[in-house]
Structures are given as structure tokens and as C-alpha cells.
């Protein structure tokens, strides 16, 4: 599939009806979407054929992008019941085989490497100091490929820093720099829309070197 097609199926999703701020809900945009699923997958080859989980997936956008793009099995998973109903409803529009999993991504309780890649836009942490890097923790305990995550530019040494030091990464790489489009969504918002420069990351979990070079060896 082009990226354009992949865009263009996007663009076409149901989004939030009533966003929760408190859960920090932004949608995921087609251009940003496409191009990180996109890119995953022709850089990297860790999408098609591969166990894809969606962390925190809100409507369903890079669940959905990884199925398009020939994902083996994908699962979504969110706390909120009404985003889950309408990742469904977008799943089911384009007749795609996802498994949705209401659970705070925290409280799953898997063990091990359960999924081959991660893919996610956690939240930033405005509301909850550090909320990205929870998300970031897991997914780094249970993919056993890569993890792809959207973080803000501002944080980027932080993020390399905590991945590589705490979570035990063993590498972290800043694929590209986008802008991540904002628009007027709660009460507090002042302007119409704002643009947040946000960094896709592929980090490399320390199980997935260890697998290689047990190959190698």
C-alpha cells in the first residue's frame, strides 16, 4: 500500500466525540499516522506479519494503519469504553480483524515478550507529570521487536536518557521530527489550533538484541 491510500483511509476515521482532557485525548492525525506506520514498516519491517499492539489507542488509528499494512494479528487497547466503540465501529467500517482490550495499558499484567512491536501516542504528561514514560516502560517489557512512540521535541534527552538508562533500551533513535497538530478541543485551549514539534521514536528492547546475537552466536 502507498502512503497516500494509507493516508487517505485514515483521514476518513471517526475521531472523538467528547474528548476526556483528563486522559489527555488528542487524535492521532492521518499524516502523522500514516508515516509512522508507513515507516515502520518500509524501513524496518516490523509491522507486516508481525503482533502489533496499540498502546492507549484511542479510535483506533495505529491499530488500524498496521492492519492496513498487513499486520499478522493487532491488538488495541484503551481505558475508555466510547473511544474503544468507535475504534470498533472505524475497525469494522474498513472489515479489519482487530482485537480491542479495555485496560489501563499500566494494569495489563503481561509478562514477557508478548508482542512482536508497539506502536503509540501516549500521553505528553500535561496533566500527569511522566504519563509517556509509564507507556513507554511497558512497552519496552513486552515487545520483543521495537517500539514506536510519539514524545515531545522538547523532551528529547530526557526521553533517550530514561529509555537507555532506567528501561534498559538497547538503542533509541529519533526517526523524524513532526509537527503534531492541536486543535481547539476543551474549554482551555486559547487559540483555534497549535502546533507541537514531537519526535517518532524507534527504540530497540534490550530482549530483541539479546535474541540477535544468540542467533549470531
Same mark, same amino acid.
Given at each position: 500500500?502507498?502512503?497516500? $491510500? ?7 476515521? $471517526? ?7 483528563? %486522559?489527555? $485525548? ?7 499516522? #500514516?508515516? !509512522? ?10 509491522? #507486516? ?7 492507549? @489507542?484511542? @479510535? ?33 467500517? %474498513? ?14 499484567? /503481561? ?14 504528561? *500535561? ?12 512497552? %519496552?517489557? =513486552?515487545?520483543? $521487536? ?6 515531545? *521535541?522538547?523532551?528529547?534527552?530526557? =526521553? ?15 526517526? @523524524? ?7 481547539? !478541543? ?14 517518532? /521514536? ?9 535474541? *540477535?546475537? @544468540?542467533?549470531?552466536?
Amino acid at each position: 500500500m502507498k502512503l497516500k $491510500q494509507l493516508e487517505g483511509l485514515l483521514g476518513g476515521l $471517526q475521531q472523538f466525540p467528547q474528548p476526556k482532557v483528563e %486522559l489527555e $485525548q488528542y487524535p492521532t492525525g492521518p499524516h502523522i499516522a #500514516s508515516r !509512522m506506520l508507513f515507516t515502520a514498516e518500509n524501513s524496518f519491517g516490523d509491522v #507486516s506479519n508481525k503482533v502489533v499492539a496499540d498502546f492507549g @489507542c484511542g @479510535c483506533g488509528t495505529l491499530g488500524v494503519a498496521a492492519a492496513l499494512l498487513s499486520a499478522e494479528h493487532v491488538l488495541s487497547i484503551d481505558i475508555d469504553p466510547e473511544s474503544l466503540e468507535v475504534a470498533s465501529v472505524n475497525a469494522e467500517e %474498513l472489515e479489519l480483524d482487530i482485537d480491542f482490550i479495555r485496560s489501563n495499558v499500566l494494569d495489563l499484567g /503481561w509478562r514477557g515478550s508478548i508482542v512482536d512491536t508497539v506502536i503509540m501516542n501516549p500521553p505528553f504528561g *500535561t496533566r500527569k507529570k511522566g504519563a509517556d514514560l509509564d507507556f513507554l516502560s511497558v512497552a %519496552l517489557k =513486552v515487545a520483543s $521487536q521495537a517500539v514506536y512512540s510519539l514524545h515531545k *521535541t522538547s523532551t528529547r534527552d530526557h =526521553v533517550k536518557r530514561t529509555a537507555l538508562r532506567d528501561f534498559n533500551a538497547s538503542s533509541a533513535e529519533v526517526i @523524524c521530527e513532526l509537527r503534531f497538530d492541536v486543535p481547539k !478541543m476543551y474549554k482551555f485551549h486559547k487559540k483555534k489550533e497549535v502546533d507541537i514539534a514531537v519526535d517518532l /521514536w524507534r527504540f530497540v528492547p534490550a530482549s530483541h538484541q539479546r535474541s *540477535t546475537s @544468540c542467533r549470531q552466536g
